[in-house]
């Protein structure tokens, strides 16, 4: 049973461009969050797709942007980036069903995205 | 909204030794409090939770229980190992939202 999958494991990208990040849940599970985890910081919470809509969004502009497709693998991109976007970013799946949903987590490795 | 505040690290033992980080909480009412552990170069995975007040989670020899008086979920291992060397994040939901973490405690144990 596959846990959650996320790809590029790296990647290096230079000021306003534009990155795209891929990750694809645990079986079973149809709810994917993103999380952003800055060096010696804690995760925080990007946003929540189930049912291939935006569900929760925590504070981040709208630079951040995602997307999930029905076989419930989930995209997060962002535009314009700065120099302060550089951290791993983290995705989490989970079954929506009550309070599982956002107590339930699995986490994948995640993406090494370093902007210079 | 619901907050955690984690002790500053890195903190490092020697094998064996007792290791207590602490963790508070603010919440309105009384959620599930979660610890999380990330392993060099991995995401994260759950250590242990505990749903209600006075409730104690427990694995891997690691425990935490819910203290509604002092808003605490502390985490004690009575004698850690080389491979417990990891990242430890107390969590908890906020409302609707996926969990919120704190900022981190890392652990570093010396054979």
């Known amino acids: 049973d596959a846990g959650v999958t996320q790809s590029p494991t790296h990647l290096i990208k230079t000021r306003g461009q534009q990155v795209t990040l891929r990750c694809s849940p645990k079986s079973g599970h149809d709810t994917v969050s993103w999380y952003q985890q800055a060096l010696g910081q804690g995760p925080q919470f990007i946003f929540q797709?189930?049912?291939?809509?935006?569900?929760q969004r925590g504070n981040f502009p709208d630079r951040f942007s995602g997307h999930q497709f029905p076989n419930y693998s989930s995209e997060l991109n962002v535009n314009a980036l700065l120099l302060g976007d550089s951290a791993l970013y983290l995705c989490?799946?989970?079954?929506?069903?009550?309070?599982?949903?956002?107590?339930?987590?699995?986490f994948g490795s995640g993406t090494q995205l370093s902007v210079l | 909204g619901n907050s955690v505040t984690q002790m500053e690290g890195p903190v490092t033992l020697s094998e064996e030794a007792f290791l207590t980080i602490n963790c508070t909480y603010t919440a309105t009412g009384y959620p599930s409090l979660f610890w999380y552990v990330q392993y060099p170069g991995e995401g994260l995975q759950l250590l242990l939770k505990a749903t209600k007040a006075d409730d104690k989670g427990s694995n891997k020899g690691f425990e935490a229980t819910y203290r509604k008086e002092t808003t605490s979920f502390h985490l004690e291992k009575g004698s850690v190992q080389v491979s417990d060397s990891a990242v430890y994040f107390c969590a908890l939901p906020m409302g609707n939202t996926p969990l919120v973490f704190g900022k981190g405690t890392r652990l570093s144990v010396i054979a």
């Open positions: 797709y189930y049912e291939e809509e935006e569900r």
């Open positions: 989490a799946s989970s079954l929506r069903q009550g309070l599982s949903t956002n107590e339930k987590l699995f």
